[in-house]
Structures are given as C-alpha cells and as structure tokens.
C-alpha cells in the first residue's frame, strides 16, 4: 500500500486532501502540531510535528512514499512559509519521497492575466505573490539537482470542504442566513475558484502518475471560473428564494488596515477581486484522464452543507 503523509492535515486543504487519499486506499498519515486529528479522517495515523523543527518532521515523515505539503500559516503573517517549505524539502530528501504542493495565482501579480495557463510568465507584485514564487523556484532547484521530486497543481480560491477562512465562507456566504449574498468585488467579473473536494481527487490522480513523469511538474487546475452573479444565482436555486445583493465594504477594511493585520493583508490582495481571471490547463486531462468537476450547484450545496448553512440532505436535493 503507498503512504502518503500530509503536511498540516488538520487545515481546510490538508484535511480534503488526506480525506481524498483515504478514501481511495492509501496509507495516510496525518501530520499536526498535536497529533490530533478531525473526525472525518478515521483511518489516518495521528503523528506530531512541527513544521518548522526540521528534524522532527524528517522523523514523522519516515517511511513514506509521497509527502503532501498542505502547510498553511497565518494570511497576516508569511514570515514562516519559506522556511516551512524548505524543511519539507529536507524531510522529503531525507526520505526519498515525492513532494505534492498547490500552487496560487498570487504569482502573476497586478494586472493579472485574464487566462493563465502553465505557461504564463510569473511576475508577482505583492509580497505574498513573491514568496510563492520564491517558494516554487525553490522546488524546481531541488527537481533540478535531482533531490527532491515535485508536482505542483495550482488552483484558484477554494470552496467547500471542512472549515473556515475563504472568500466563500468569509463573506460571500456570511449573511446567508439573513437572505444577502455579499460580493467581494465587481458581480460581472470572472474569478478563478476551486472546489476542494474536486481538488483533493485530482491530487490523488496525480500522484498514481507520478512515476510517468518528470522531476518537476506544475500544472494548472481549472476549477470553476464563476461571477458573483453566477454565484448567486446558484445559491438561490439551491435555498429555493431571491437573495439581496450587498457589496463588500473595503473602505472599512483600508482605513483600518494600518492598524488591523489581518486586513492590512487582505488589502494588499484586493486586486485579485477587481481583476478577471481562470485557470486553463494543456496539460492536466492529458496527463490523468477525466478532470474532477463536481456541477455548479452540487458544489455550492455541498459547500454550504459544510458551513453548516444547509443540511446534508437538503444539499444533495437543491443538487
């Protein structure tokens, strides 16, 4: 059986994607700070590890045959992600396992490209957009001096899934129950979105093709590329009523992000919600088959069946 051991399993991603793995029978092991794990993980091995001691997560990562980098600091602080990956490097190294990594769109930087493909040049304009890029070179040197093996799939704002922290759930959906749907940005716009569980099985497929293809790979995932008001039309289909349509106040969030963090961060951000853009890819379906794509309004019950904003079974009816 392979094993595979994913990195900050208990995170919205981490835990889709150790979800997906399990359910397609690999050997996975859950690495969090704790060793605790979410209930839906039954199944997985429950190890401790801090991303950041590079000798201990060398330890948890024993053994494995692909290490899933699911890693996900704080968005007001990026200080740790470059060390973070480079001691998942090590740990892969160490090991001699296959390095799995998503990628953002956060690399292409201001003004975006309207269709990025994985051809698309990489010129980040924000501090995050330059760690990504920073980060990704740091895989492609470590595929180059044949160290370390990597697949990269990028993707655009994820929804669904267990937990919290998107565009979707933070504000898109935070007003659901009182009948508003909030856009964070011009309603006609096209932006690049990925549903998680759709994600985490791509991920899957790619790693059973992992020994067909090269030391470093990076592909684009297509998601979903919706309007707000594609959006919300699918929600209103699925709650079976109009929703009102508010807008997302960012003069409150400029004026206070010299003094909040976190919004500081999000406001340096703000150009991927005035700037249209997808994913397209040449290369993905080629090289797993049919790309998972769960239908609009299946995806939006089942991301909202997460939120607990619908129950599972209205869901899958509405769907």
């Known amino acids: 059986m392979t094993r595979i051991a994913i990195l900050g399993a208990r995170g919205r991603l981490g835990r889709a994607v150790a979800k997906a793995f399990l359910e397609a029978g690999y050997e996975v092991r859950a690495i969090t700070r704790d060793g605790k794990l979410p209930s839906d993980l039954k199944g997985a091995e429950g190890i401790a590890a801090d991303a950041l001691d590079r000798a201990r997560l060398i330890d948890a990562t024993a053994g494995v045959d692909i290490v899933f980098n699911g890693l996900s600091p704080v968005y007001s602080d990026w200080s740790s992600v470059l060390p973070m990956a480079e001691n998942a490097m090590a740990a892969c190294h160490a090991n001699g396992a296959q390095h799995l990594a998503a990628g953002t769109v956060y690399n292409f930087g201001s003004p975006m490209p309207a269709i990025i493909t994985e051809d698309t040049p990489q010129r980040p304009t924000t501090e995050k957009g330059r760690i990504r890029a920073e980060q990704e070179q740091l895989y492609r040197r470590e595929a180059e001096a044949g160290r370390v093996r990597t697949i990269l799939l990028r993707a655009g704002d994820f929804f669904g899934g267990r937990g919290t922290g998107s565009w979707f759930d933070l504000v898109i959906a935070s007003k659901l129950a009182k009948g508003v749907y909030t856009a964070p940005g011009p309603v006609e716009l096209v932006h690049a979105w990925a549903y998680l569980p759709d994600l985490a099985r791509a991920f899957v497929a790619l790693a059973d093709k992992r020994r067909q293809l090269g030391a470093y790979e990076s592909f684009n995932f297509p998601g979903h590329s919706l309007t707000d008001l594609e959006i919300k039309a699918s929600m209103e289909r699925i709650v079976g009523h109009k929703l009102k349509l508010a807008s997302m106040p960012w003069w409150v969030l400029r004026a206070g992000s010299p ?61």
């Open 259 to 319: 003094f909040v963090p976190m919004w500081k961060a999000i406001v340096s951000m703000a150009y991927l919600r005035f700037e249209p853009h997808r994913l397209v890819s040449s290369r993905l379906e080629a090289t797993i088959g049919e790309i998972p794509h769960t239908p609009l309004d299946a995806a939006v019950a089942g991301a909202l069946a997460d939120l607990g904003l619908l129950s599972t079974e209205a869901g899958r009816k509405a769907a």
